[in-house]
Nanobody
Framework: QVQLVESGGGLVQAGGSLRLSCAASKTIIRFNTMGWYRQSPGKQRELVAAITNDGSTNYADSVKGRFTISRDNAKNTVYLQMNSLKPEDTAVYYC???????????WGQGTQVTVSS
């Protein structure tokens, strides 16, 4: 069972930055599409950013130009650099992996990001 552990969330003022990390328990990220999702109260979970095994990335329109997803295969870790944060970015952020081989998907426990105005 692969475990994903997120860290780096917290409270930040609008305009500030945070970097989220997602550490995988096994050497799997190179065989998975890795994604960051977020969910705020009363809303559905939404994709924020994703990175494929070949390094291609895609972003939600709401975060383009402000967020950057990256990965370090040697450390089995995926990052989400979040700049110019806005109050509407407040949510629980979840890491997800989706195997390109088996189609198995799993989630981390989430990390809270709160942006104050």
């Amino acid at each position: 069972q692969v475990q994903l552990v997120e860290s780096g969330g917290g409270l930040v003022q609008a305009g500030g930055s945070l970097r989220l990390s997602c550490a995988a328990s096994k050497t799997i990220i190179r065989f998975n599409t890795m994604g960051w999702y977020r969910q705020s109260p009363g809303k559905q979970r939404e994709l924020v950013a994703a990175i494929t095994n070949d390094g291609s990335t895609n972003y939600a329109d709401s975060v383009k130009g402000r967020f950057t997803i990256s990965r370090d295969n040697a450390k089995n870790t995926v990052y989400l650099q979040m700049n110019s944060l806005k109050p509407e970015d407040t949510a629980v952020y979840y890491c997800n992996r989706n195997s390109i081989v088996t189609g198995i998907s799993s989630w981390g426990q989430g990390t809270q990001v709160t942006v104050s105005s």
